[in-house]
Structures are given as structure tokens and as C-alpha cells.
């Protein structure tokens, strides 16, 4: 049983079930974090959800995404660009396009050398956002919420791995709703509990991510969200990226072998092209834990 009170922010019902006891693989800390599931429409949500301090210090200076030193970010920007490229018609002029949770704005930086200036960010992190300044992109500290913006002012949203991070997604999902304008877009990159990786990896899936990860979708609880927000959900692509599973053996010796992870730690980038054909069966079978949707506000 849970000791406290759930009540879910996705269909408010009350009560969850115990699913995963999750520790900060990434930092290797031995605090316990319970994610548990809602027992009406299935949301996966860390409960309590982690407090203020909790969070301020999951989030160093060295977060990863706000930093990608090296081969890692190399080929992170290889999979932007695809993206960049292959999204052009939701990126491109006269669209104006806001990255929710835009870290160093490496996306935004994409898309404005592929021909749109009209792009801003929102970001948290108050050093990433100065990078994102210094680059020269109009960056909003703070959240989507703080940033009060005009309703209907936008024509594309993106949130790449942001809405598993807010304290309360659907309700973020209804502010996206207000700041588009009919027709416009939200592209949502985010980590699927209902996953080969998730079933597979476990409490090692770096989908789960603790205590960063506040809530993990599926496609059914996102598809709910968006629904509950106003929002049409266009399209739902499974990606194969090997990336969680190179993380999810990393994370796993981090905790067996740290001498065998430390030397694997320089070959993360051939591990991930070598986990693709792995990665490939969960796009292929429909359950990727890496998925792109494209949800719309209708005109
Ligand atoms: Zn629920």
C-alpha cells in the first residue's frame, strides 16, 4: 500500500498500485524513490513526488543535456538534424516555434541556420539558458507557466524530453493548448513505459530517470493528456535509437562493476550504434522507448 494520499494530476482519480522502487542511477545514489501507478487510467508517477532540494540537486551543473561534451552530442546533433530536416513544414518560415525546456538551444540553433529566425526558448536551468543566450536566442527563464504568453501567439511547440520533467503535465499540456494557435503544432519527444527498453531494462531504463522523470507515459496515458489538454494527437513514431540501451548496460555496471563501466564509458557512441538492431525491434513492433508525437490544435 501507498502511505500517502495519490491523487492523479492526469484523470484525478484516487489511489495507486506500487510499481518500481527507483534509486538516481545516474549519480549512483541509494535514496529510494517509488513509482507507483494510478489505478484508474494508469499513469506512472513518482509518489511523493520529489521536493524542491530533491530537485535543485538532481539537477547539477554536469546534467548531461544541458552540457553534451563530446561524441554524445555529436550524435544527439546528427539525430536533431535528421529531425530538423524531416519536420521542416511544422520548423520552417512563417512559422513562429518555441522550444518548452530548450537546455543549451542546440534545436533551435538547427533550425534557425536551416532558414527560420523566428524561434525563442523557455528553459529552467539558468545556465543552460545563458548558453542559449549567448548563442543569441531570445530565452525565457523559467517555465512555460512563468512565461505567460499570448494566447494564440505560436505555430509550433516542441518539448523534447521536458514533459516527463513538470510538476504537472496536463496542466502544461493545457497552457501549450492556449499559446497555439488553431491549426498550430506541439512535436513531443519523450521516453514510452510501455516498451521492449522499459520491460527489458527495468529500474535501469533511463526512461524512468528518478528523480528528474516526475511522471512516465505510455502512448495510451500520453494520448489521454493530450486529449484532456484539447489537443489531437497527429502521429506516434517509435524511434530506433540504440541510446537506451547502451545507457541501460551502462547504468546496470554502474552498480555491479564500476571499473567495466568507467572503460565503456569511452565507447559510448559504438555502443549505442551497436545496440540499433536491438533498438530496431521495439520500433518495429510498434514499442520504442524513445517516441515522437505530433499532436494538434484544431483549427
Ligand atoms: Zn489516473
Redesign the pocket.
Known amino acids: 500500500m501507498v502511505e500517502q494520499p495519490f491523487e492523479?494530476?492526469?484523470?484525478?482519480?484516487q489511489g495507486?498500485d506500487p510499481f518500481l522502487d527507483l534509486r538516481d542511477e545516474m549519480t549512483g545514489g541509494e535514496t529510494q524513490y517509488a513509482l507507483v501507478r494510478?489505478?484508474?487510467?494508469?499513469?506512472l508517477r513518482l509518489h511523493p513526488a520529489p521536493d524542491a532540494p530533491t530537485l535543485a540537486a538532481a539537477y547539477r551543473s554536469d546534467y548531461a543535456p544541458h552540457t553534451r561534451r563530446g561524441l554524445s552530442g555529436w550524435a544527439k546533433g546528427r539525430l536533431e538534424g535528421r529531425s530538423v530536416r524531416q519536420l521542416w513544414a511544422l520548423f520552417g518560415p512563417p512559422r513562429r516555434v518555441l522550444d518548452v525546456g530548450c537546455a543549451t538551444g542546440e534545436l533551435l540553433v538547427r533550425i534557425r541556420a536551416a532558414g527560420n529566425p523566428d524561434v525563442f526558448g523557455i528553459e529552467p536551468g539558468a545556465e543552460a539558458a545563458a548558453v542559449a543566450r549567448r548563442r543569441g536566442l531570445p530565452v525565457i527563464l523559467g517555465t512555460l507557466d512563468d512565461a505567460r504568453l499570448q494566447a494564440e501567439s505560436v505555430d509550433t511547440v516542441i518539448m523534447s524530453h521536458t514533459l516527463e520533467h513538470v510538476a504537472d503535465p496536463l496542466l502544461t499540456l493545457r497552457e501549450v493548448a492556449r499559446v497555439l494557435r488553431p491549426g498550430g503544432a506541439l512535436v513531443l519527444w519523450l521516453p514510452n513505459a510501455s516498451s521492449v527498453e522499459a520491460r527489458v531494462l527495468g529500474r535501469y531504463w533511463i526512461g524512468y530517470d528518478a528523480p528528474r522523470h516526475v511522471t512516465t507515459f505510455t502512448v495510451a496515458?500520453l494520448s489521454q493528456a493530450l486529449l484532456s489538454a484539447g489537443l489531437d494527437v497527429d502521429s506516434v513514431r517509435h524511434e530506433a535509437v540504440g541510446l537506451e540501451w547502451a545507457w541501460g548496460l551502462r547504468l546496470w555496471l554502474r552498480r555491479r562493476a564500476p571499473s567495466v563501466e568507467r572503460v565503456l564509458r569511452r565507447f559510448h557512441v559504438p555502443l549505442i550504434v551497436a545496440a540499433t538492431p536491438l533498438a530496431l525491434i521495439g520500433a518495429l513492433t510498434q514499442r520504442s522507448g524513445r517516441i515522437r508525437v505530433i499532436a494538434r490544435k484544431p483549427a
Open positions: 492523479c494530476p492526469l484523470c484525478a482519480g495507486a494510478c489505478r484508474h487510467c494508469g499513469l496515458t
